[in-house]
């Protein structure tokens, strides 16, 4: 077992074994999917990563869905190639952390709202939710994002439908202790995740993640494998963002053509904002397929241009 997946992985075994989860730090939803896996491949590491490999490459080709929907086939193209090469996104999908996870439900969540299958979206966040805590992030991109668009009659779908989801998943141990323990056991979680500021050899501020300052060492060798950001397109969604930002106030844009700003900018900020000292760069991870959606924009703008000229 590698970094995290010393968590994960003996957290699964244990939900198979004693039906508990001792790793109380994030939802449960992703451990009992390493559970099932473990129990369809065995405890070895095909068991352990076949629901990461699996979701990893499928979301290259929700991604390719998503782009085409929101500026067409050339950057659904572009975007999936992107994520595909995608250094950070390529690692995780070969580790059993929950992290990939957390990414391809973002984007089906994604998808669904763009097609306005807003119940079908929401039910999607919620699943992100039970993954980890921070998937509040893209649902408050989401529900914003449905207020610019003039949607509000759905948010509650997206408020209501996370709550009654995170309610089921730990109802395990809402049985065998109270419903007053599980929520303080979710207020010192949250708190945990907002103001831990532990020691580690790896800490990456947000700052760097887009230039790929403090990669994150997966094994120690003489060529250690990195958890690593693209430092050459993630740096440009900031002048990208900021270029559909003003064409989409100008009224240029459509929705759709927006929301991937929404989806980014929710998602990476607010690690600006937070207390928390200890951060990783993999924390960017549900943020590069909003990313690699606007520079594929970008990219093919930028050369429209050029033809023209």
């Given at each position: 077992m590698l970094i995290d997946?010393?968590?994960?992985?003996?957290?699964?075994?244990?939900?198979?074994?004693?039906?508990?989860?001792?790793?109380?730090?994030?939802?449960?939803?992703?451990?009992?999917?390493?559970?099932?896996?473990?129990?369809?491949?065995?405890?070895?590491?095909?068991?352990?990563?076949?629901?990461?490999?699996?979701?990893?490459?499928?979301?290259?080709?929700?991604?390719?869905?998503?782009?085409?929907?929101?500026?067409?086939?050339?950057?659904?193209?572009?975007?999936?190639?992107?994520?595909?090469?995608?250094?950070?996104?390529?690692?995780?999908?070969?580790?059993?952390?929950?992290d990939i996870f957390l990414m391809f439900f973002v984007i089906i969540s994604s998808f669904l709202l763009i097609e306005e299958k807003y119940l079908l979206s929401a039910?999607?966040?919620?699943?992100?939710?039970?993954?980890?805590?921070?998937?509040?992030?893209?649902?408050?991109?989401?529900?914003?994002?449905?207020?610019?668009?003039?949607?509000?009659?759905?948010?509650?779908?997206?408020?209501?439908?996370?709550?009654?989801?995170?309610?089921?998943?730990?109802?395990?141990?809402?049985i065998r202790n109270s419903f007053s323990d599980w929520i303080e056991n979710i207020l010192f979680v949250i708190n945990w995740h907002i103001t831990l500021s532990a020691e580690h050899p790896s800490i990456s501020h947000p700052y760097g993640w887009l230039f790929n300052l403090d990669p994150f060492p997966v094994a120690n060798s003489e060529n250690p494998i990195m958890i690593s950001a693209n430092p050459f397109l993630y740096p440009m969604v900031i002048p990208f963002s900021a270029y559909l930002i003003y064409t989409g106030y100008k009224g240029k844009l459509n929705y759709n053509q927006i929301y991937p700003v929404f989806w980014f900018l929710l998602t990476y900020i607010p690690f600006f904002l937070l207390p928390r000292e200890t951060q990783y760069i993999f924390y960017l991870l549900p943020s590069v397929p909003a990313m690699l959606l606007i520079v594929s924009y970008g990219i093919l703008q930028v050369f429209l241009k050029l033809l023209e000229e």
């Open positions: 997946e010393a968590y994960y992985v003996p957290a699964s075994i244990s939900i198979i074994d004693n039906g508990t989860d001792p790793n109380y730090v994030h939802p449960p939803f992703g451990k009992y999917m390493m559970a099932l896996s473990i129990l369809m491949f065995g405890d070895n590491s095909t068991g352990w990563r076949f629901f990461p490999v699996v979701l990893g490459s499928l979301s290259a080709s929700i991604l390719y869905l998503l782009g085409r929907r929101c500026y067409g086939t050339f950057v659904g193209i572009i975007s999936a190639f992107f994520l595909i090469i995608d250094p950070m996104a390529y690692t995780m999908s070969r580790l059993a952390m929950l039910i999607a966040f919620s699943l992100a939710c039970g993954i980890k805590f921070i998937g509040i992030l893209p649902i408050v991109a989401a529900i914003l994002f449905l207020i610019y668009r003039k949607q509000s009659k759905q948010i509650w779908k997206f408020l209501i439908l996370p709550f009654i989801f995170m309610l089921l998943i730990y109802l395990p141990f809402i």
